[in-house]
């Protein structure tokens, strides 16, 4: 069973079993999940016994990211809803046609809909999690426990964005008969939302 040290110099990473966050020197990468120093003893006993290694996380239930979900919605809603009413207000009152009016309502919905991914984007790559995610204690987490990558936060933003506001939430309420509470964008991209 090889031992490596998991992660770059300069980014903080997470135990997959206790969820502690540890520079990655004080990490060891054992059966593709990172390991703390303190937790090691007892996860090698379990490999010796023959328990399948799985991230010991607490996964964040339906309602506390229905909340999340929620608080983000309001703060969305301030600067995206404007967006969209103002693109509405000016489309039917500057448009001489229909066809022009229409072109005005979209470019305005492909902003807020641009808008819904930078900001679930930037939070969840700086922060690793969104203000509403913040506010309930929750975390976005790869399924090894780590931080995302750019493209794996552009992939779940997009595709978050993209299924919830198209196919009416169906995408969340994966996440209510899923024993993991993933939502369908989080199977995709390969995330967990875990208690912080």
Request: glycine fraction near 10%; charged fraction near 15%; aromatic fraction near 8%.
């Amino acid at each position: 069973m090889a031992e490596e040290v998991s992660g770059s110099v300069n980014s903080l990473q997470y135990c997959s079993q206790c969820g502690k966050q540890c520079p990655p020197d004080e990490l060891v990468t054992l059966s593709g999940l990172p390991v703390c120093w303190a937790c090691k003893p007892v996860f090698v006993q379990r490999l010796r016994e023959g328990v399948t290694a799985r991230a010991a996380v607490v996964h964040a239930g339906v309602w506390i990211r229905a909340w999340a979900v929620f608080l983000d919605s309001l703060i969305q809603l301030v600067v995206l809803g404007c967006l969209i009413l103002l693109g509405y207000v000016v489309g039917f009152s500057i448009a001489e046609d229909e066809d022009a009016a229409m072109a005005v309502i979209f470019l305005a919905e492909l902003v807020a809909f641009l808008g819904m991914v930078v900001y679930e984007s930037w939070f969840v790559f700086h922060k690793g999690a969104t203000p509403g995610k913040m506010a309930c204690g929750l975390r976005v987490v790869t399924v090894s426990g780590g931080p995302l990558s750019w493209g794996v936060v552009i992939g779940r933003s997009v595709a978050k964005a993209f299924i919830n506001s198209s196919c009416a939430g169906v995408g969340a309420l994966v996440a209510a008969v899923d024993d993991e509470k993933r939502g369908l964008h989080d199977r995709m991209c390969g995330t967990w939302v875990i208690r912080a």
